[in-house]
């Protein structure tokens, strides 16, 4: 079993990629490990692509969640069984990262890197809001149903995300 979860910041890509994870007894990989290091700062690019390519060799099954297309996306769009978009409005998404605030304040989430302490700040607001939606961004969820129609299920609300746990 092989699952890509992509979508807007602040949908529950990591919750529900832990989830299955942790239901299935495979390894998760979440894309915002690979790319943060302490302190918020990126990890250099080839070092990214050097841990996201090993953990494809070496897993037979897998759960990766996050959108960064310069690692190895069309390998992980391919290789999956099941590609799952969440796709929020921005008013859940905003919702649900001002929760994840006040439930990780002070601290670093699960699925982030180490030493990054959550952090709900303009630039990120700005992201969630309107730059994480951009139309490059929609249409490259769009091409993705395209492409892979029989392996694509689109999550919009709480309530489908509900119905996708249940049916796993």
């Known amino acids: 079993m092989k699952i890509v979860i ?3 910041s602040g949908s529950g890509k990591s919750t529900l990629a832990r989830k299955l994870g942790e239901k299935h007894g495979v390894p998760v990989l979440h894309l915002d ?3 943060w290091l302490p302190n918020w700062t990126a990890r250099d690019d080839a ?3 050097r841990i996201v390519k090993a953990f494809l060799d070496e897993n037979e099954s897998w759960v990766i969640d996050g959108n960064y297309s310069s690692l190895y996306q069309q390998r992980r769009l391919e290789e999956a069984d099941t590609i799952i978009l969440m796709l929020f409005s921005r008013l859940s998404c905003l919702c649900r990262v001002s929760k994840r605030k006040r439930q990780y304040r ?3 989430r699960p699925d ?5 302490e959550e952090k709900l700040d303009a630039a990120f607001l700005r992201w969630v809001l309107w730059e994480g939606r951009s139309r490059k961004i929609r249409q490259s969820y769009a091409k993705i149903q395209a492409q892979y129609p029989e392996k694509t299920v689109v999550i919009r609300n709480q309530r489908e995300l509900d ?5 796993v």
């Not at 982030?112 to 990054?116: D, F, P, V």
């Not at 119905?163 to 049916?167: E, G």
């Open 47 to 49: 070092e990214k692509r």
């Open 6 to 8: 992509r979508g807007y």
């Open 163 to 167: 119905a996708l746990i249940a049916q």
């Open 106 to 108: 002070g601290q670093t």
């Open 33 to 35: 490990r690979v790319q």
């Open 112 to 116: 982030m890197g180490e030493g990054c």
